[in-house]
């Protein structure tokens, strides 16, 4: 009797070491692939069997080509943190550290001819305008003159080039993710914790949201699926800030007594940097679903108790 054993591939990771590099690594494992990953810090190189860290730098165009060994699939996720104070070398390094990444691998590529064959790449649902009302599938194609806008356009326009190259590409709009240990979560629990919890500028604001499981369950998906093209990754239920606020103070059993934080507020504490808490974003997962993706966490109340518990 022929026994068939499904190999795994050889997967090259980028931002392979941050809140959903670390989560996406651990499945990618469990399913048998070997795992190559990029770094831009030589103290997170590690060398194992399934497992092996290549250094780069993007901003120097410097990269380990060995990287690319065996290879037909990257996942990108490099990004310097958009959860910093905006100032101008911070813009110009959020920008140019999505954008640098994209063209060094892609002039990788292309130079060495290597047969990479696809590149599932992070993208950010601030690619759509700040709206109260309107409701994001992928379709939309308006924009505005915002710093968040304009990086999420350049990070998805530098997966141009690859298909010139002959590399199917596919851009996963990413929510705020939410996780127990790391991202917006543990942020927004931590004075809820501690009594002074409170729901931010007016509250009404759309946050769509992902649970990490199901966000690393889209990008096998993806990559099983082969598919191609523009992909919102967030639950089908978004919610309006206040919400999401209730819902964490229920669950970690605390009252939410003091009045919303005002927007000045916030302006004084963060600067530019206050989008990221206030901006409306009510996206559509309709794409993905209709693709066959089936979500573990369709509502937000048992994905936080997952995640709280
Ligand atoms: N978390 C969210 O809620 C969310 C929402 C929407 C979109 N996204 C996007 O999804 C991607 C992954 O998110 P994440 O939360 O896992 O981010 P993260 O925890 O900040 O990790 C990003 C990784 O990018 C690498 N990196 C940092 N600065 C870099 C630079 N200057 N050049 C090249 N690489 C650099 C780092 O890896 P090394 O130190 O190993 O180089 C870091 O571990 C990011 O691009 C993010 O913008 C995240």
Redesign the pocket.
């Known amino acids: 009797m022929t026994s068939f054993v499904m190999m795994g591939q050889i997967l090259l990771i980028?931002?392979?070491?941050?809140?959903?590099?670390?989560a996406l690594v651990k499945q990618c494992l469990s399913e048998g692939h070997t795992v190559h990953?990029?770094?831009?810090?030589k103290s997170?190189i590690v060398s194992q069997t399934n497992y092996k860290g290549f250094y780069?730098?993007?901003?120097e165009n410097k990269i380990d080509i060995a990287c690319f060994g065996g290879v037909e699939v990257v996942l990108?996720?490099?990004?310097?943190?958009?959860?910093q104070r905006w100032s101008n070398a911070a813009k110009a390094?959020i920008l140019?550290?999505?954008t640098?990444?994209l063209a060094l691998l892609h002039s990788s590529i292309e130079t060495h001819n290597f047969p990479v064959k696809h590149i599932i790449s992070?993208?950010?649902?601030?690619i759509y305008p700040d709206s109260k009302t309107r409701y994001y599938d992928e379709k939309f194609q308006g924009t505005d003159a915002s710093f968040l806008r304009a990086v999420v356009k350049s990070?998805e326009g530098s997966l141009k080039p690859f298909q010139s190259i002959g590399v199917k590409t596919t851009a996963l709009?990413?929510?705020?993710?939410?996780?127990s240990q790391?991202?917006?979560l543990p942020k927004i629990m931590g004075p809820i914790k501690h009594y002074f919890g409170a729901a931010l500028g007016s509250g009404d604001q759309w946050q769509s949201w992902i649970h990490i499981d199901d966000l690393v369950r889209v990008f096998m998906f993806v990559l099983e699926l082969e598919l191609e093209g523009v992909y919102n990754a967030v639950a089908p239920n978004p919610v309006q800030q206040i919400e999401l606020t209730k819902l964490i103070a229920k669950i970690l059993q605390r009252p939410l007594v003091l009045p919303n934080v005002p927007e000045f507020v916030l302006k004084l504490l963060l600067g530019e940097m206050r989008a990221i808490a206030l901006e409306s974003q009510r996206v559509c997962a309709a794409k993905i679903q209709d693709a066959g993706f089936k979500f573990n966490y369709l509502e937000l109340e048992p994905a936080l108790e997952d995640l709280i518990a």
Do not use: C, F, H, M
Request: glycine share 14%; aromatic share 6%; no cysteine.
């Open positions: 980028t931002g392979a070491t941050g809140l959903v590099g670390k990953y990029l770094s831009t810090q997170k780069w730098n993007p901003q990108n996720l490099a990004g310097a943190s958009i959860a390094s140019s550290s999505r640098d990444a992070a993208s950010a649902i601030g990070w709009r990413i929510g705020i993710v939410l996780d790391e991202g917006a």
